[in-house]
């Protein structure tokens, strides 16, 4: 059987049943929703959460499905976080195309709306945070085609419910389908778009992923899912839709119009850019019959576990290929999993550690800060990154400042051209914390010897604390 969304879930409570709670009461899809996830993030808590019922809609919702990078690594396979993004680099490398199916074998043409059919108001569409413009759709991966080609292009933006037939299109100036649809607008063309709701997390996984190009994504998905992602014909617009989605949204970008749009909480946790942007106008919903909703808990941590898991493996893979020697990549949390990169490597000549930043800046506009360290520092483990910068970097010598390049519009502190006005530029910095080379001498960390450390078994020399036996030698008695 084909892989989705049920296959997945499915899956996840076979092996890791405690990560999936349902809530049965109706809830609210103004606010409540999104607080019931956040209160279990305040308690450090992060499971799937199921809510069957949301006011004013019969189809259920998922949320928080991306906030473990544990259950992401289980959709692809992986047996760790740190196997996981070489996985996701591997598959890269080895794309797997789409394949077209008929109707008949689409889950997703079980229900087909078209026209003033195609309500959105049938949809559980949440209001998330407190100055959010309104309810947002933020787990769709949009598939549009590059003008004058045959080249597909996805990727995840957010999008305002601006009427039961229009949804608001916001997306960073630096996303590839943002010049897609700038190529549209210059030759004052529309744009065909499809957005799919409720898939494998491959899907999303391949929609966030850093491709050299216009395109790929579908063919990534197919690598993330190990078998081809299956795709049928849209109802009215040109365009191939994932065929095992919950939902598809068709509808067209039309050229130079424009609505006002947001605030929305975003991935920094802040609200940042509001203003005209373009919108679509929708023109057809297909569904299964009975679909489940997915929404993203947006500026929260599934907002950035599931941006940055496959954005890891694209790194490491493009990072790889500046610099051969790269042993492992992370986004950290401390950096809302975008703005921070820590890259570990093992350094064979001057100057990698900067070449290793840059392929970083390239593939991943948002990132702001790289940390670059040998080999023996745990990128995944942040005390001992900041323990290398402590000990093997020193700012006259080791710092490069990049300004007025191209970063994350969302980003609160991004400027424009006079920095007077915000823009889509930031400062990037590289922190070289690697060892100089021989013949520097550079000196030893002290810790035991390797050998006798790995030849430890601790189950063999502890055991529990003896409140009766062990008190006697410590009272001297």
Wanted: aromatic share 8%; hydrophobic share 40%; glycine share 6%.
């Amino acid at each position: 059987m084909a892989k989705d969304l049920r296959t997945y879930l499915q899956d996840l409570v076979e092996k890791r049943p405690q990560e999936v709670v349902v809530v049965d009461r109706e809830v609210d899809w103004r606010f409540e929703a999104s607080a019931v996830v956040e209160k279990f993030e305040r308690e450090e808590k992060f499971p799937l959460v199921f809510f069957r019922k949301i006011k004013g809609s019969e189809i259920p919702l998922i949320i928080n499905l991306g906030a473990s990078y544990e259950r992401l690594a289980l959709a692809l396979g992986s047996t760790s976080v740190e196997q996981m993004e070489k996985d996701l680099a591997q598959m890269e490398r080895n794309p797997i195309p789409p394949r077209e199916v008929s109707r008949k074998d689409a889950p997703v043409k079980e229900v087909i709306l078209k026209g003033d059919q195609a309500d959105l108001d049938l949809l559980p569409v949440l209001t998330h945070n407190e100055f959010d413009a309104g309810r947002y759709i933020n787990a769709a991966a949009m598939i549009c085609k590059e003008r004058g080609s045959s080249v597909c292009n996805m990727g995840i933006y957010r999008h305002q419910k601006q009427g039961n037939r229009q949804l608001g299109l916001m997306i960073n100036p630096a996303n590839h389908a943002s010049y897609v649809r700038a190529e549209y607008e210059d030759h004052n063309a529309s744009m065909e778009v499809a957005l799919a709701i409720g898939h494998h997390p491959a899907l999303n996984l391949a929609a966030v992923t850093k491709q050299p190009g216009i395109g790929q994504e579908l063919e990534a998905a197919g690598a993330f899912l190990g078998e081809p992602l299956e795709m049928v014909k849209a109802e009215t617009v040109d365009l191939l839709v994932p065929a095992r989605a919950e939902i598809i949204i068709e509808g067209v970008v039309a050229p130079h119009k424009r609505q006002y749009e947001g605030p929305f909480g975003e991935w920094p946790h802040y609200y940042y850019k509001e203003g005209d942007q373009p919108f679509i106008e929708v023109t057809a919903m297909t569904m299964r019959r009975r679909p489940i909703y997915q929404s993203i808990h947006s500026a929260h941590f599934e907002h950035n576990i599931i941006g940055a898991a496959s954005r890891l493996g694209s790194l490491y893979r493009r990072i790889k290929e500046a610099v051969p020697s790269i042993k492992a990549v992370n986004l950290p949390l401390s950096g809302a999993a975008r703005s921070h990169c820590y890259i570990s490597l093992k350094k064979r000549t001057e100057g990698e550690p900067k070449q290793a930043a840059l392929a970083a800046f390239i593939t991943e506009p948002a990132i702001k800060h790289v940390i670059v360290v040998d080999e023996d520092i745990d990128v995944f483990n942040e005390t001992q990154v900041l323990w290398a910068l402590a000990m093997r970097f020193q700012a006259d010598r080791d710092l490069a400042i990049i300004p007025n390049i191209i970063g994350s519009h969302l980003n609160p502190t991004a400027y424009g051209y006079d920095r007077m006005e915000k823009g889509p530029m930031e400062t990037k910095l590289i922190f070289d914390a690697t060892k100089p080379l021989p013949p520097y001498e550079f000196p030893k960390e002290a810790k035991a010897p390797e050998e006798v450390v790995q030849g430890i078994a601790l189950q063999q020399y502890v055991r529990p604390f003896d409140p009766v036996k062990d008190l006697q030698v410590i009272r001297g008695s």
